[in-house]
């Protein structure tokens, strides 16, 4: 069974920085692209970033370009996030979902996502 | 950037009855839309990709049309298992992924 077991949710003041870890079981990790994706308190799901299967590539959205940094340790089966100069409408759970198809590129839906991790911006 | 309106928000549905829930995408998306389920205080799971394709494990009451920029999830007869809200994804301009912003459907 696929699993994906995020942490390293938690409070933090505007500016400051904190990484999120998602565990994977299941299924061979490095031959799948993988996702992170927040949903911010009573809002709908936003598409936050992307890494390919061997880690060598990374693509952001617009919103997190430049303080968020996504990367993977395929030897411990492991993805990160980390998140630098938060701010307040940073506050989301943040899910970490795997990319459905095998393959290199994150071009497909996400099956499945983890539980998610909350993290509170705020001073 | 690929909008995804979604309509109704709310949709209230008496139970046996059929749903019909939209999504329209701001420019065509081929049939790269994928329909996700969240219940309450749960992550999303996926139920249709490639617009019409029931994922694994996903009852056949739950089914999934359109092509283009209009797409279409029908749930036949509404259980009070469905009870959630639902969210359209377009992954055709991968991997800037967008999401609509959800149709919440309610037990009448």
């Known amino acids: 069974e696929v699993q994906l077991l995020e942490s390293g949710g938690g409070l933090v003041p505007p500016g400051g920085s904190l990484r999120l870890s998602c565990a994977a079981s299941?299924?061979?990790?490095?031959?799948?692209?993988m996702n992170w994706v927040r949903q911010a308190p009573g809002k709908g799901l936003e598409w936050v970033s992307a890494?390919?299967?061997?880690?060598?590539?990374?693509y952001y959205a617009d919103s997190v370009q430049g303080r968020f940094t996504i990367s993977r340790d395929n030897s411990k089966n492991t993805l990160y996030l980390q998140m630098n100069s938060l701010r307040v409408e940073d506050s989301a759970v943040y899910y970490c979902?795997?990319?459905?198809?095998?393959?290199?590129?994150?071009?497909?839906?996400?099956?499945?996502w983890g539980q998610g991790t909350l993290v509170i911006v705020s001073s | 950037e690929i909008v995804m309106t979604q309509y109704p928000a709310t949709l209230s549905v008496s139970p046996g009855e059929g749903a019909t829930l939209s999504c329209r995408a701001s420019?065509?998306?081929?049939?790269?839309v994928a329909w996700y389920q969240q219940k309450p205080g749960q992550a999303p799971r996926v139920l249709i990709f490639?617009?019409?394709t029931r994922a694994t494990g996903i009852p056949a009451r739950f089914s999934g049309s359109g092509s283009g920029t209009e797409f279409t999830l029908t749930i036949s007869s509404l259980q009070s298992e469905d009870v959630a809200v639902y969210y359209c994804?377009?992954?055709?301009?991968?991997?800037?992924?967008?999401f609509g912003p959800g149709t919440k459907v309610e037990i009448k």
């Open positions: 420019q065509s998306v081929s049939s790269a």
């Open positions: 979902a795997k990319d459905a198809v095998y393959g290199v590129q994150p071009r497909d839906w996400f099956d499945p």
């Open positions: 994804q377009q992954y055709n301009n991968w991997p800037q992924f967008t």
């Open positions: 490639g617009a019409s």
């Open positions: 299941g299924f061979t990790f490095n031959n799948y692209a």
């Open positions: 890494v390919t299967g061997s880690g060598s590539t990374t």
